[in-house]
């Protein structure tokens, strides 16, 4: 029988190798390959061993990104089972030296001290460049990739405005681009459940009977080619748009200068009680009033065709696609001048 006697610093020690660790964690998932200006995913998955009724935080921090893009701002655990967690990170490559970040993730109790932290280094992800040359790569990378929809009109004599609706998934289609064309550009990009839809204009020369594109497939690793058939419609287009006569500096001076001759016939009123002044003061304050109405408002059905001026000749700014409400600004014997919501403003026949 014998007696096994720890010195105080040989205790401590003791006491910290014997100490349960409460958080690990891992890579889940991430892309063995990524290729130029691709959006992808990687999820991490952490497991807490607290007890079930334990309260605690997880604090989540990156350090040593090189030349990626980090797309998720708000870092959110989700709980799979008990003790595991799990989130979803999205980056986007900008270069092949690139470095995915440093993560330390820390656990806290209640009264927000450290629990247990852990550090996940980088996995090895391979870069591939791709489509250096190719005249028809359209910068896109996606899963899949469809058009929703392809308007062409009449910009002017010699060249077309085409508007093209594009929807794909797992997707950077904010690297859009038609490397044949000048003048082209975004018109608006929403982003929803992992799906991207893109509105895209294109200037494109009278002649052109079709427009042709690659993307690059990321579950095929395949170039995948589009081809968009020209079909011009009747009407002409235009980006003009008009200022809004009701909001303009110039309307705004003279409802100052017409406020300041009211309120000076009525201070002559009030001192002198004399009552042309204030007939005066009465007859302006009417036309202040009638400035200061609210514009008469109506409806419009979809389909409807907006003008940029008020002749049957002129050209076509849009054509209504849903019924709305705009206010009405002017009226002629044949059309009304209309503001949109979005202060867009034209002519439509009456």
């Known amino acids: 029988m014998f007696a096994l006697t720890l010195s105080a610093n040989n205790l401590n020690q003791a006491t910290s190798q014997i100490k349960s660790k409460l958080l690990y964690a891992k890579y889940k998932s991430y892309p063995k390959i990524v290729y130029t200006k691709q959006r992808f995913e990687v999820t991490i998955q952490i497991n807490v061993l607290l007890p079930f009724e334990d309260d605690f935080t997880i604090s989540t921090n990156f350090s040593d990104i090189q030349n990626i893009e980090k797309l998720t701002t708000d870092i959110t655990w989700y709980k799979k089972t008990d003790t ?43 870069y591939r460049e791709i489509a250096i040359k190719q005249n028809r790569y359209s910068s896109t990378i996606a899963s899949s990739l469809k058009i ?49 839809t893109l509105y895209y204009f294109v200037i494109i020369p009278s002649h052109t009977q079709s427009i042709k594109f690659e993307y690059y497939n990321s579950i095929s690793n395949e170039f995948i080619l589009v ?24 309307q705004l001076y003279k409802k100052i200068v017409l406020a300041m001759i009211v309120f000076i016939f009525i201070m002559i009123y009030f001192f002198t009680k004399r ?32 003008y940029i001026l008020p002749t049957s000749n002129s050209t076509v700014y849009k054509i209504v696609e849903k019924k709305q409400e705009v206010e009405i600004l ?21």
């Open 84 to 126: 595991i967690y799990e989130t979803t990170l999205e980056y986007k490559v900008d270069d092949k030296s690139f470095l995915l970040p440093v993560i330390d993730i820390s656990l806290y109790d209640a009264n927000n001290s450290v629990l247990d932290e852990v550090k996940i280094e980088s996995p090895k992800i391979i």
């Open 148 to 196: 929703n929809s392809i308007r062409t009109k009449q910009y002017t004599n010699n060249k077309l405005l085409s508007l093209i609706s594009i929807s794909a998934s797992n997707s950077n289609l904010e690297e859009f681009n038609l490397a044949s064309y000048i003048n082209q550009g975004e018109k608006d990009l929403s982003d929803k459940d992992g799906v991207q």
């Open 227 to 250: 081809e968009l058939p020209i079909i011009l419609e009747e009407e002409l287009v235009s980006t003009q748009t008009d200022l809004n006569p009701y909001e303009s500096s110039m």
């Open 275 to 306: 009552g042309k002044f204030l007939f005066i003061a009465i007859f302006f304050m009417t036309f202040l009033i009638n400035m200061m109405m609210p514009n008469e408002k109506m409806m419009i059905k979809e389909d409807v065709k907006v």
């Open 330 to 350: 002017q009226k002629n014997e044949k059309f009304i001048k209309i503001l949109f919501k979005n202060k867009n403003i034209g002519w439509i026949k009456r």
